[in-house]
């Protein structure tokens, strides 16, 4: 059954009064997925105000789109994570004591645009019908490592699964490392249930340092029951800049357990992580 969410915490201070919801009932909904060639996003509309499901293999996400009259809108109830960005930078649009909560029309495309590019978690995107900007990655790659919280990454982002195959690309994205998400490879909000507790800094180890300038995308594959893969140029570090380090290849660890995190120290064999991870196929 589809509901509201516990309100959940994530890395800022930020808490909602009210919950997002999981459902606008009333509004528009459809379900989509990408292919898995990447060629694009596959839509279905549908006037079901529950829920309809459109399969391709075993990954699928439901998105809820809400149109304005420059843009259109799409919210991922399963991303997001309540980081409080869009309700804090946009209240007319974004008030989840409204329903539907996203009003795409109560500010100017352009406002509602910056704003959606501050969501950490990629639950927020948007679609200018209006000739403007277009939603584009970032130019360089970057993850954060949050505090006893999740990966948070940014730019062009080529999720894969263990077979290579890309089943999302994407401009943000809140990477569960604790191992508690219940949407791996996704962030739910679990570790603040699950207690997790991992400081923000890099430790110790560094990434395979960056070689070439070129930049491209930045390919993140999920090792079955194991550790993100992560190819191609990026940055990772705390918030602040400082600390900060290039790299071109590592392996992050997503199952909570590691001595020396974020990265991968073996210990998901030790512990048993189970992953249990969605598939292209
Ligand atoms: S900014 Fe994104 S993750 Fe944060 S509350 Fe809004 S939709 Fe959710
Ligand atoms: S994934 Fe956590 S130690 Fe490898």
Redesign the pocket.
């Known amino acids: 059954m589809d509901g509201p969410p516990a309100a959940r915490s994530?890395r800022g201070p930020a808490r909602?009064l009210a919950p997002?919801p999981r459902a606008d009932y009333g509004s528009r909904a459809f379900v989509a997925v990408r292919d898995t060639a990447g060629t694009g996003l596959r839509a279905k509309w549908t006037r079901d105000r529950v829920k309809t499901v459109l399969e391709m293999g075993a990954y699928v996400r439901k998105l809820h789109e809400y149109d304005g009259s420059g843009i259109r809108i799409t919210?991922d109830a399963v991303?997001?994570?309540?980081?409080?960005?869009?309700?804090k930078?946009l209240p007319t649009v974004?008030d989840t004591t409204r329903r539907p909560w996203i009003d795409a029309d109560g500010a100017s495309p352009d406002e509602v645009a910056a704003?959606i590019r501050?969501?950490?978690?990629?639950?927020?995107h948007f679609e200018r019908l209006d000739g403007g900007e277009p939603e584009t990655p970032a130019t360089t790659n970057e993850i954060t490592v949050g505090a006893d919280g999740p990966l948070f990454v940014s730019g062009d982002l080529e999720l894969m699964d263990a077979e290579r195959r890309v089943f999302t690309r994407e401009t943000r994205a809140?990477l569960c490392r604790c191992g508690a998400s219940n949407d791996k490879p996704w962030c739910d909000g679990s570790h603040s249930e699950a207690g997790f507790r991992a400081a923000a800094d890099l430790g110790d180890s560094r990434p395979n340092p960056r070689q070439e300038s070129s930049p491209g995308p930045l390919r993140i594959r999920l090792r079955p029951n194991g550790p993100l893969l992560l190819e191609g140029p990026f940055a990772i570090g705390p918030a602040e800049p400082e600390g900060t380090v290039e790299g071109i290849g590592c392996a992050l660890c997503r199952c909570g357990a590691s001595d020396n995190k974020p990265w991968c120290d073996g210990s998901h064999n030790r512990v048993g992580f189970q992953a249990d991870d969605p598939s292209a196929s």
């Open positions: 994530c909602f997002l919210y991303r997001c994570i309540h980081a409080a960005e869009c309700v930078g974004f704003v501050k969501c950490p978690t990629g639950a927020l809140a």
